[in-house]
């Protein structure tokens, strides 16, 4: 062992995690994916599902391996949020938490929990219970970019089933951005940028008149990506 070494091990090292917001949009609502914890600190308590980092994993390997021990998530879109480093954040001990949000469509997602979470539940992002550790600004923070990053890039439709209305979309963007949008512009402007494909397809089991399903193109988008094309709602 080197000097250099040996001065490294001398000092106390901080504890890595990961935790991850799951949104999810269901019934017209934008919701959150909560565990509950089974062993203390805060037992019994609603938290993010996430947990410490293994040596020999990248924080996004240890992040999609949470999510699908807690609450059986995978092969979802998954963004690298931001990092949450206050001291006596933890109670056990000295804990930097890497933070992830993930965009889901629920209607391909069941979720079961299991290792250290006896339940995990979705919960309205509005009505949220009381949070452990410091979970309620991770998922303050989480929103503030989903916000701001839905108007940019598509990533709106990852919260969508493969086929949607224009209406359902409108409403998704409204519930995000918390704020109504003209129902004409909305769809001259989403339309003028040729990322839907319209299907043959009409909805079924409605009350009132069915209107037109899209899908959205991502093999389109990523072309028009490369060359300059920008994304803005």
Not at 1 to 6: A, K, P
Not at 121 to 134: E, N, S
Request: glycine share 4%.
């Amino acid at each position: 062992m080197n000097r250099d070494e040996v001065r490294i091990t001398k000092f106390k090292h901080p504890y890595v995690t990961v935790d991850c917001v799951v949104f999810g949009f269901d019934e017209g609502d934008l919701k959150i994916i909560l565990i509950q914890r089974a062993n203390a600190p805060f037992k019994n308590k609603w938290a993010l599902p996430g947990g410490f980092v293994r040596l020999n994993e990248s924080l996004e390997q240890a992040a999609i391996r949470e999510l699908k021990e807690e609450t059986g998530i995978k092969d979802v879109f998954l963004e690298q949020l931001y990092t949450f480093g206050r001291v006596g954040r933890d109670p056990r001990t000295r804990v930097i938490t890497v933070a992830y949000y993930a965009l889901v469509n629920r209607t391909g997602h069941l979720i079961t929990a299991a290792t250290d979470a006896k339940t995990a539940d979705w919960f309205l992002v509005k009505q949220l219970p009381m949070l452990a550790f410091d979970h309620q600004t991770i998922i303050d923070t989480a929103l503030t970019r989903l916000r701001g990053k839905v108007r940019y890039e598509p990533i709106g439709f990852e919260l969508l089933p493969e086929k949607f209305t224009l209406s359902r979309l409108q409403h998704l963007y409204e519930v995000i951005l918390e704020r109504n949008l003209d129902k004409r512009n909305f769809r001259k402007k989403i339309l003028s940028m040729k990322l839907l494909i319209a299907l043959n397809e009409r909805e079924k089991d409605v009350a009132h008149r069915a209107a037109q399903l899209y899908k959205f193109d991502a093999q389109k988008y990523k072309e028009l990506k490369r060359r300059g094309f920008n994304f803005e709602i």
